[in-house]
């Protein structure tokens, strides 16, 4: 069992910058899907950013040209630098990874840390 520990959540007011991190226990992230979810109250869990078995990373629309994705292979950690941050980026976070080990999918996520924006 895969565990992910998301942390770097906080308070930030609008304009300003917070960089989130997933940490696996074990080696996980590479050649499997990744991906950033956010969920507000009272709203669904909504795709922040997306990584590919492949690399490729797909940001949502709202996100797009603030937040940015990257990994460090060796301390099995994802990254999630939010930049601008605005109110409606407020939410509880969550890092997920999915994919297959001998043919059987996996499907693993972290407990969520909470950002919030507000002056």
């Known amino acids: 069992q895969v565990q992910l520990v998301e942390s770097g959540g906080g308070l930030v007011q609008p304009g300003g910058s917070l960089t989130l991190s997933c940490a696996a226990s074990q080696s996980i992230f590479k050649g499997n899907a990744m991906g950033w979810y956010r969920q507000a109250p009272g709203k669904e869990r909504e795709l922040v950013a997306a990584v590919t078995s492949g690399g490729t990373i797909n940001y949502g629309d709202s996100v797009k040209g603030r937040f940015t994705v990257t990994k460090d292979s060796v301390k099995n950690t994802v990254y999630l630098q939010m930049n601008n941050l605005k109110p409606d980026d407020t939410a509880v976070y969550y890092c997920?990874?999915?994919?297959?080990?001998?043919?059987?999918?996996?499907?693993?996520w972290g407990q969520g840390t909470q950002v919030t924006v507000s002056s």
């Open positions: 997920n990874v999915k994919g297959r080990v001998w043919g059987s999918p996996f499907d693993y």
